[in-house]
Structure formats: structure tokens, C-alpha cells
């Protein structure tokens, strides 16, 4: 298994991605990292670490887009950057698999760039894994796509399952689609025709329209949504966990601070949960290749994590299992009945 | 200040909407509130509390709309429902305004059943209150309209400044349109088109696109966005900010009983913030009264914020300072001149 690392990408690059890679060699059998970006600095970061030379190799880029820079802008402009070298190291097969946590946009554009989608798939959509109160859940599309439609979401509904199966583990996941009731008139057009689209599907364990706090009740494992209200709602769930727990934590540090300094270390436990830093990483479903985008804020921790994701998704031939399902371009009609689609 | 309020709507009705209704009885100078449900169950709760009989009035209603029944279906079924009357009643000019914390969706339903929008208003508009590290925020709208165009957002824009400066106290209110970037060109069609919209509109604070981590910042005071989209944020919102304090309360309870019980009185307090059944609810902008929708887990602080956010509302004739600016129809076209619209 051998994986590209954007090793430029990310507010903590490129220390906390190499050591992430270093972390993830440790723990994963069989498994290269191909770190891409400045060598130099590169290179004293894997000295200063105890890396197995073997198994790490550089590719040197000396031009990064930043995490705030234009995605399509950048990509010509900085046609040698971190992200495009990733993304046709990825798409010439000389890796098995992508990770960066670097500008989204970016990554996206990259990826579509340097690989078509998989066969029969209409759009890519981005898998997120959101904290709930019970484990995890999947939350997809959180941003690829400006303008789902609903056979987009139906996609969706597939991809995330497999990804929910095959990568995730769970054996019979529960699907819904994100509305604003659960009755399948409520909501806007997209999901209403959405409805329409996945509930005959028999091979999804779809159960129907949740609401936006369904989400941290665990109510499904996996939550399909246009890339629009999906990045809103990614965006909004880390600001308010984390933000509840911080102002917590101030007026607790303000009105107790003796008692609360004896609670610290129990509270940092439980604080990560909902550190979305710590977690693995979002695929880009539906793309020839396999691409897993890491939080901004990644550490160490989230992109070994990341890395695994990665290559569990790659390993398990997840992207044969959508061709076989999506490749024969079959679309459910409302009806229920399947089609060719056009 | 005339206030009807639907004693037989929420959670915990009618006894925590009567008690609400007595505590801003003791608060506002002036006030008079008519109840509206089951004349026995609210004139025992009266009875029990003790009620100033000279400004409290029951208008009897013996059908009630659940919390989950379909809104529309159930205002035909049930014509004489506390919603409906309350509505009427309000319409009828018979009370200031309205206020309730039963199904939404029958709520509006049923106020767009009874009056008509204000002169030049195209749909109305939810604006709710959500917690900010700062302070507060409006947010609107978030589920009026499932199917918002940008002359809806634009014109939500207008009201909810309006109310956020004659409401809400804000001085000069920073707007801001939800979106998943900061630049104009980010975001789904229907942003990037309201923004055209908004942006050339001199009277408003308008302070660009800001993301969904961005409410919780407190980076705007007023928040815009489609119904859809803005009920998914709200019900994200409250179930993670409490899911987060209540998950981190149990294992700290676990971890350290003694300890938390000694914190536990801070810790209430401070969670308080994140309580949404707190806030004083979420006026209806744009029809041609004023209602005031109230959370349905409301308890008797909800009610009265509600109650109070109602009067001030009315108080300060804020629909005629939305006929002001949206009666003559003008909507700015994308070049930013001003247009009589169709």
C-alpha cells in the first residue's frame, strides 16, 4: 500500500503531516508514504524524527497553494503545487491513494483534473465523519457540489453506503436524507424528488428523512445532503461543540479554578470527541482514485488517521464496489423502477 | 399592549405557557394577555397561580393541533384549533400580536391563513435568536419558505435589520449572508444571486458572505439564508451545543462524582446559555401582524421572553418600518439601481 502525501497542506504543515505519516508507517504494515512539497524541509522533519528510510520517499513541488487562496485560480496559477503533484501521482496509479488536508477547493479541482469520475457516477461528493452522541456518523455531501440534484443525492446515498460498510464497518448502515421533517413532503424540491429516488432503492437500509439534530443523536449512520447545506452544517457543528465546551471551560476556570483545575485532564478526554481535528478524514466519493481530504487544523494524530482511512478504502476496492453498483448507469425512476440513465 | 397567546401550544402546555403569561404580566406595565385553549385547564392553572383576573382573558378553543401532526391538514381538520383562533384574533386586530410555542409549521400556516403579507413583502420570514460566544444573533430564515429565491433573501435582509435594531437593540446591525466561503463567488446560485442583490443596498450593514463556524463566532449580528438550510442550522445548533455539555456532564460524572457535584451549580448556570427553550422566540417577518413563535420545549421564561420580544415588536410599529422599506415594491436589480419590482 502506498500512499501521496501533500505534505505543504494543512495549518500545521509540514511538521504535524510528516509526523502523521511516521505515525501511521508504525502502525500499518506493508505501508509507503510518498511525502510531496519543499525537500528540504521535508527532509529535516524526517530527521529529526526516527524515519525508516525504506519506506518514505520525497517528491519535491516548490509551489503550495494556501488554504485560503482561489481553487481553480491557484491550480493554474501553481500548476506544480503539492496538491496537483498528489493528484497525478494518484491518477498515473503510482500510489494507491491520496491524503492532504490542505485547501479543499483546491484538492477537489485537483482530483477532478487529474482523474475522471468512476463510471455512471454524475457528480463526487465529500464523506465527512461527524462525532454523535452514540460514535460516528457519515455526513455526505459536505462540499464538492454547489448544485445537487437529486439523482446527485441518490449517488450519494450509494457511495456513503459502501464507504459506511466497507470502511467504516457498520454492517447494515442506516441511511437518511437530511430534511426539515421526516415526512417525505417535507422539505425543499431537492429532497422531496430525492425521496422519490432512494426510498425504492432495496438494496440501501434507508430510513427516511431526519432533522439537523438527528445528526449528534445518532439517529442514522449515514446523512445525505446537497454539498451546500452539508458544508453549513459541518461548519456549525464544529464551531458549537467546541465552542459550548470553551465557554464552558472559561466560566468554570473563572468561578472555580481550583476545582477545575483537578477535572482538567478528565475534561481534555472528553473534549477531544469533539475535536474534528482528531478525526480521519472526508473521501472524495465517486472520483477514478482514491482521495481523502483531512481537516484544515489536522495534527499528527488526524492525518495517521486520514492515512488509514485511505488505505482501508483503497485496500477493500471500494470503487469497484460503486462501479458495480452505479457503473451500469442504472437510475431508479420515482416509480422504483431501474433505468438506464441518459 | 394587547398580547394572544396559545396556551394549548409546546411541550409543556398549557401550564408553563400560563405561567409564562403571568410572569411578563408582572414584568410589563400595561399588558393584557388573552389565553387561548381548554377554558377549564387554563382557568385551574390561573387559579393555582395567582392571576391579576383584571388583564387575563380565556377565549375558549377545544381542538388542538399536536406537535407533529401535518400543519396544513390539521388547521382544515381542526378549524377551530387554539392556532387558528389565536390567528384570527390577530388578524381581527383584536389583539397587538401573537405568540406561540405549538407547531410551526400550523403557526404559519395558519397566520398566512388569517392575514395577508405586509404591502411589498414576496414571503415571509423566521427570524430565530441563536447563542454567540459574544452575544446573540439573528438568524432568518429558518423554515418559513422552502423554497427561497434571492429577492427573498434580500428581502429578509431588510426586515431582520429592522428588527434587529428596533427589537433587539443593535446599533448599526452587521448582515451577512450564509454561505460556505467568503468570497462573492462561493456558495450555491441562490446565494451568489442574493448577494448581487444585497451588496448594492446602501441602507444595510452588509458585511459579505461568512460560513456556518461563523454564527457561533459571532461574526455578523444578522445571519441570511434560505428556510431550508437556516431550520437545518437551528436544530444542528441546539442539539449539538447541549448534546456536547451533556455528553462532557456524564462522563465527568462518571469520572468524578464529588468533584461535578461541586461544580454543578456553575455548571447550570453557565449551560443555560445553550438552552434554546430560553430564548425569546422567533417573530414571523413580513406578514401584516406580529407573531412570535416560542420553542416548543418552551417553559414560563421562554413564554415570557416571547412575550416581551412581541411587545417591543408591536410597540415599535416595526411592520410599518418594513412597509417603509419594502412597500413601494422597490427591489435593487444586480447593477444596484432601484426597480419597482413585478
Redesign the interface.
Known amino acids: 500500500m502506498r500512499i501521496a502525501l501533500d505534505a505543504m497542506g494543512g495549518d500545521r504543515a509540514p511538521r504535524e503531516i510528516v509526523r502523521g505519516a511516521l505515525a501511521a508507517l508504525r502502525e500499518v504494515r506493508g505501508l509507503e508514504v510518498v511525502l510531496i512539497g519543499d525537500e528540504a524541509r521535508i527532509a529535516a522533519e524526517l530527521a529529526a524524527a526516527d524515519a525508516p528510510a525504506r519506506r518514505v520517499q520525497i517528491v519535491h513541488s516548490d509551489q503550495v497553494i494556501g488554504m485560503d487562496e482561489?481553487p481553480v485560480a491557484s491550480l493554474r496559477r501553481k500548476p506544480r503545487c503539492s496538491i496537483m503533484r498528489m493528484a497525478r501521482l494518484a491518477a498515473e496509479g503510482q500510489v494507491d491513494a491520496a491524503v492532504s488536508a490542505g485547501n479543499t477547493?483546491a484538492c477537489v479541482a485537483a482530483m477532478h483534473k487529474a482523474m475522471r469520475r468512476l463510471e455512471g457516477v454524475i457528480r463526487s461528493g465529500l464523506a465527512v465523519t461527524l462525532p454523535t452522541?452514540r460514535g460516528e456518523c457519515i455526513v455526505c455531501d459536505v462540499?464538492a457540489n454547489?448544485?445537487a440534484r437529486p439523482e446527485h443525492l441518490y449517488q450519494y446515498a450509494v457511495m456513503a453506503d459502501l464507504l459506511a460498510r466497507h470502511v467504516h464497518g457498520f454492517q447494515k448502515p442506516r441511511i437518511a436524507l437530511?430534511s426539515?421533517?421526516h415526512?417525505p413532503?417535507k422539505?425543499?424540491?431537492l429532497?422531496k424528488d430525492a425521496y422519490r429516488l432512494i426510498e425504492p432503492a432495496t438494496t440501501l437500509n434507508f430510513v427516511g428523512n431526519l432533522?439537523?439534530?438527528?445528526?449528534?443523536?445518532g439517529e442514522a449512520d449515514v446523512f445525505i445532503?446537497?454539498?451546500?447545506?452539508g458544508?453549513?452544517?459541518?461548519?456549525?457543528?464544529?464551531?458549537?461543540?467546541?465552542?459550548?465546551?470553551?465557554?464552558?471551560q472559561t466560566?468554570?476556570q473563572q468561578?472555580?479554578p481550583a476545582?477545575?483545575a483537578?477535572?482538567a485532564p478528565?475534561?481534555e478526554?472528553?473534549?477531544a470527541?469533539?475535536d474534528y481535528a482528531t478525526y480521519g478524514g472526508a473521501p472524495l466519493l465517486g472520483i477514478n482514485g482514491v482521495f481523502v481530504k483531512c481537516h484544515g487544523a489536522s495534527g499528527a494524530l488526524a492525518i495517521s488517521n486520514g492515512i488509514k482511512v485511505a488505505a482501508r478504502f483503497a485496500e477493500n476496492h471500494v470503487n469497484d464496489l460503486i462501479t458495480e453498483c452505479l457503473g451500469s448507469a442504472r437510475m431508479p425512476t420515482a416509480g422504483g423502477r431501474l433505468e438506464r440513465s441518459s
Chains 1, 2 share one sequence.
Open positions: 482561489p477547493g452522541r462540499g454547489m448544485a437530511l426539515v421533517g415526512e413532503t422539505g425543499n424540491v429532497v432533522e439537523g439534530h438527528d445528526i449528534f443523536l445532503c446537497g454539498g451546500f447545506v458544508n453549513v452544517v459541518l461548519k456549525v457543528t464544529e464551531a458549537t461543540g467546541q465552542g459550548a465546551l470553551r465557554l464552558m466560566q468554570l468561578a472555580v476545582l477545575f483537578e477535572i478528565h475534561w478526554r472528553a473534549a470527541k469533539h
